[in-house]
């Protein structure tokens, strides 16, 4: 999400609300738990970035060193003597760095689902209890629960589609022979491309209607 991960990180955690009940209180609760785990993805996305710019630069390290072999012929290229003592293991460890990180992001994505789950459930009672379309007066001020619906199916679209492009970053970063698409991919982790701006202001929509924003 460019430019929007500072708004993110500097915004408190939302604590659910036991002032309304019922289909109002699950959907408030989901908007709290939307904007808790978008939070916690931001926090974590920080980490790995610094997780993949410590793996590019040991990786610099090992191309740069392999190109003086290359040039000065008298030293024999081996497995081993293209990297100093101990990279090895700091790349093992910043690549196991990521794996964990890349891992907490799937925990959040699958939680991504069950809200949508939720959210699907009540759509779903609300068209047994009042007819295919639904509740005619709003919970709260203007959205319909279909619309929550919506909006909860295009976030989790949102950071599915991020969270595959985490994915491939961590099976290629420390595996590419090339220093230029090892920056490519930091780039990439930075920016999440399939997070755009518009996912931010549909957060704030949802927190706004849900009332845990004010105008």
């Known amino acids: 999400m ?36 978008i939070l916690r993805w931001e926090k974590i996305n920080d980490e790995g ?4 710019t410590n793996i590019v630069n040991l990786r610099r390290n090992s191309f740069q060193i392999e190109q003086r072999q290359q040039v000065d012929e008298t030293v024999p290229p081996s497995p081993t003597s293209s990297w100093p003592e101990g990279e090895t293991v700091k790349l ?4 196991h760095k990521l794996q964990d990180i890349v891992n907490k992001m799937v925990s959040i994505v699958s939680k991504m689902q069950r809200l949508v789950t939720t959210l699907k459930g009540i759509v779903d009672l609300e068209a047994f209890q009042f007819g295919p379309e639904g509740r005619k007066v709003p919970l709260f001020h203007s959205w319909s629960t279909q619309t929550f619906e919506e909006t909860s199916v295009s976030l989790l679209d949102t950071f599915a589609q991020e969270l595959k492009l985490k994915q491939t970053i961590l099976q290629e970063l420390a595996h590419t022979d090339s220093p230029d698409l090892c920056m490519v991919y930091v780039s990439c ?15 704030e929509a949802m927190l706004l209607e849900t009332g845990h924003r004010t105008l």
């Open 49 to 52: 970035l610094t997780a993949a």
């Open 189 to 203: 982790w930075l920016h999440q491309p399939y997070v755009p701006p518009q996912a931010r202001m549909k957060l």
């Open 2 to 37: 460019e430019g929007s991960s500072a708004n993110i990180a500097g915004s408190p955690a939302i604590r659910k609300s036991p002032a309304v009940t019922g289909s109002a209180r699950k959907i408030k609760d989901n908007a709290a738990d939307w904007h808790n785990l």
């Open 92 to 95: 093992e460890e910043e690549c």
